[in-house]
């Protein structure tokens, strides 16, 4: 028999979910404590907004969790003391300092302040860069499936993508495939370091292998770093590109935020290491106007973030980590013909669907049928036909009815 969207809207939020979930959170172990869907759902974020009520989401890269207490405490003093002035970090080096002692702390890789910059998202320092160091026509390289906005920007600033299908490799780097993707006119490639959406954290012979294949054909890498602080693997962490040595830190722009850490993508603000001189060249030649300021909010969240906000973020990754766990291990146990590669890193879970009978069109089909909203396939390019990218940074009830809603979805359609 099967369930209509109507089964599971007399099943979904607002219904069932807010009359069985109280307000009260514990801000440090987030992993069994109660959703908030009145909260979540009355905040301006796009996540909550963007579908209809019934809608759960799990697409947009936000998570559910209010923010670290040491950024609320930052962010409520401002707002008491209306501190909205110019704001001094924007004029020091305190935000290139305190991600050094960060990344120091965590990767063991501590980026030069001098060599630092502070812009306002993390692509801002993918399109400048790819603007200052190649040219109209260029190849960039992107490892497909990817998250769009790298396409975009690669195709609005009228360069060239170049494809390294990871999925033709079990989602690995491999020297001799890379060497073959590249072209003759391929200046520049970018790396989501870790991957969204395969969620790999690429390994040190996979990041060396690309540094040796970019120094061989003498391309640029942009290695975005945004999700640097959720990598599950035991023992092994994240890796920075620039770590590598000296020529791989030379030639690459490492960019990345606090704003996927401590769920701060509205505050604007982000750090890009310019390794390669001529983009530090070509950023400091332009007018610092055409850049845009970071905001006083913004900063202070940041600092807060690198400062203060590490045993929050160790709580908020075992959350992660249990989330991911269980639902690799539902998948597995329910809806077998759902290929998914458990995430190592990141709390996005891309989904196969190839195997199902909505494979033509998964995030379509589950949000028309089962009532949830997951990030579409192919908007991570053509690898991506037949998946779509889960979000699992939330509470484990509201995943479960994510789970529950993919389950009925697919299974009615088994029948
Ligand atoms: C790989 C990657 N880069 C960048 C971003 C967005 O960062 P920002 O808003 O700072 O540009 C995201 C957001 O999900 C991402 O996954």
């Given at each position: 028999?099967?369930?209509?969207?109507?089964?599971?809207?007399?099943?979904?939020?607002?219904?069932?979910?807010?009359?069985?979930?109280?307000?009260?959170?514990?801000?440090?172990?987030?992993?069994?404590?109660?959703?908030?869907?009145?909260?979540?759902?009355?905040?301006t974020?796009?996540?909550?907004?963007?579908?209809?009520?019934?809608?759960i989401?799990?697409?947009?890269?936000?998570?559910?969790?209010?923010?670290?207490?040491a950024?609320?405490?930052?962010?409520?003093?401002?707002?008491?003391?209306?501190?909205?002035?110019?704001n001094?970090?924007?004029?020091?080096?305190?935000?290139?300092?305190?991600?050094a002692?960060?990344?120091?702390?965590?990767?063991?890789?501590?980026?030069?302040?001098?060599?630092?910059?502070?812009?306002?998202?993390?692509?801002?320092?993918?399109?400048?860069?790819?603007?200052?160091?190649?040219?109209?026509?260029?190849?960039?390289?992107?490892?497909?499936?990817?998250?769009?906005?790298?396409?975009?920007?690669?195709?609005?600033?009228?360069?060239?993508?170049?494809?390294?299908?990871?999925?033709?490799?079990?989602?690995?780097?491999?020297?001799d495939?890379?060497?073959?993707?590249?072209?003759?006119?391929?200046?520049?490639?970018?790396?989501?370091?870790?991957?969204?959406?395969?969620?790999?954290?690429?390994?040190?012979?996979?990041?060396?292998?690309?540094?040796?294949?970019?120094?061989?054909?003498?391309?640029?890498?942009?290695?975005?770093?945004?999700?640097?602080?959720?990598?599950?693997?035991?023992?092994?962490?994240?890796?920075?590109?620039?770590?590598?040595?000296?020529?791989?830190?030379?030639?690459?722009?490492?960019?990345?935020?606090?704003?996927?850490?401590?769920?701060?993508?509205?505050?604007?603000?982000?750090?890009?290491?310019?390794?390669?001189a001529?983009?530090?060249?070509?950023?400091?030649?332009?007018?610092?106007?055409?850049?845009?300021?970071?905001?006083?909010?913004g900063?202070?969240?940041?600092?807060?973030?690198?400062?203060?906000g590490?045993?929050?973020?160790?709580?908020?990754?075992?959350?992660?980590r249990?989330?991911?766990d269980?639902?690799?291990?539902?998948?597995?146990?329910?809806?077998?013909?759902?290929?998914?590669?458990?995430?190592?890193?990141?709390?996005?879970?891309?989904?196969?669907?190839?195997?199902?009978?909505?494979?033509?069109?998964?995030?379509?089909?589950?949000?028309?049928?089962?009532?949830?909203?997951?990030?579409?396939?192919?908007?991570?390019?053509?690898?991506?036909?037949?998946?779509?990218?889960?979000?699992?940074?939330?509470?484990?009830?509201?995943?479960?009815?994510?789970?529950?809603?993919?389950?009925?979805?697919?299974?009615?359609?088994?029948?």
């Open positions: 028999m099967k369930s209509s969207a109507s089964d599971f809207r007399r099943t979904s939020i607002p219904g069932r979910l807010k009359r069985l979930f109280a307000a009260t959170m514990s801000l440090m172990d987030t992993s069994h404590t109660p959703p908030d869907v009145e909260r979540l759902r009355a905040l974020g796009i996540k909550w907004r963007h579908f209809e009520d019934d809608v989401p799990a697409w947009v890269a936000d998570m559910d969790f209010p923010t670290a207490p950024i609320i405490d930052a962010l409520g003093s401002m707002v008491a003391t209306s501190d909205f002035g110019y001094g970090a924007a004029f020091d080096d305190s935000i290139p300092k305190a991600w002692d960060w990344s120091f702390t965590r990767f063991g890789w501590r980026p030069e302040t001098e060599r630092t910059k502070v812009l306002s998202t993390t692509l801002q320092p993918i399109a400048i860069a790819l603007s200052l160091a190649t040219s109209p026509g260029d190849g960039v390289l992107l490892f497909t499936p990817v998250y769009p906005p790298f396409f975009s920007i690669v195709k609005k600033l009228g360069r060239r993508v170049v494809e390294y299908p990871l999925n033709e490799t079990g989602w690995r780097i491999e020297a495939r890379l060497r073959s993707a590249i072209d003759a006119g391929t200046r520049a490639l970018v790396l989501a370091n870790p991957h969204n959406p395969s969620g790999r954290s690429f390994d040190a012979a996979e990041l060396k292998s690309v540094a040796d294949v970019a120094e061989e054909y003498d391309l640029l890498v942009i290695s975005d770093e945004i999700w640097q602080d959720f990598v599950y693997a035991d023992g092994a962490g994240h890796i920075p590109f620039a770590s590598l040595g000296a020529d791989a830190a030379n030639r690459s722009v490492i960019v990345t935020s606090a704003s996927k850490s401590f769920s701060l993508g509205g505050l604007g603000c982000a750090v890009a290491y310019l390794g390669d001529k983009v530090a060249e070509g950023i400091a030649a332009l007018p610092p106007q055409l850049l845009g300021g970071v905001n006083a909010l900063a202070q969240a940041t600092l807060a973030a690198w400062a203060r590490d045993q929050w973020l160790s709580g908020v990754v075992a959350t992660l249990a989330n991911r269980h639902l690799v291990s539902r998948l597995a146990s329910e809806l077998p013909e759902v290929a998914v590669q458990t995430p190592e890193a990141t709390y996005l879970a891309w989904l196969d669907f190839r195997a199902t009978s909505i494979a033509h069109d998964p995030a379509g089909r589950l949000l028309r049928d089962g009532r949830v909203g997951l990030s579409p396939g192919p908007d991570f390019g053509a690898a991506g036909t037949g998946f779509a990218r889960l979000n699992f940074a939330t509470y484990r009830e509201v995943l479960d009815e994510v789970i529950d809603r993919i389950v009925r979805t697919v299974q009615a359609e088994r029948l």
